[in-house]
């Protein structure tokens, strides 16, 4: 593989990425996250930890016993919005009018 093959896509981290982290004595997969971004993207390490994780013991690392530690979204997110079903749950102003005296 070669050293510029991207480990994670969604962060741009590439394989010499992850070997300078081990290097720099980040030799566990939670370091490694925390020192290069590996796996906060999108996909959110769905992609690429099981990588990763080969990498980090190849280059002398720590195997993983657990997968990365989950962040929840900086602001509260509502189900809804998640689901699409936002729109279908907000009134429509439209048909807020008053009936017809």
Not at 28 to 50: M, P
Request: hydrophobic residues 35%; neutral net charge; charged residues 25%.
């Amino acid at each position: 593989m070669s050293d510029k093959a991207f480990v994670c896509r969604c962060e741009d981290v590439t394989r010499s990425g992850v070997e300078r982290a081990v290097a720099a004595g980040h030799r566990d997969l939670e370091s490694v996250k925390r020192y290069t971004g590996l796996g906060t993207g999108f996909c959110q390490g769905k992609q690429c930890v099981a990588l990763a994780a080969r990498l980090i013991v190849a280059c002398g690392g720590e195997r993983a016993e657990a997968p990365i530690t989950p962040r929840p979204p900086i602001r509260p997110v509502p189900l809804a919005s998640l689901a699409g079903l936002a729109q279908a749950t907000q009134p429509d102003p439209a048909h807020t009018s008053e009936p017809d005296p």
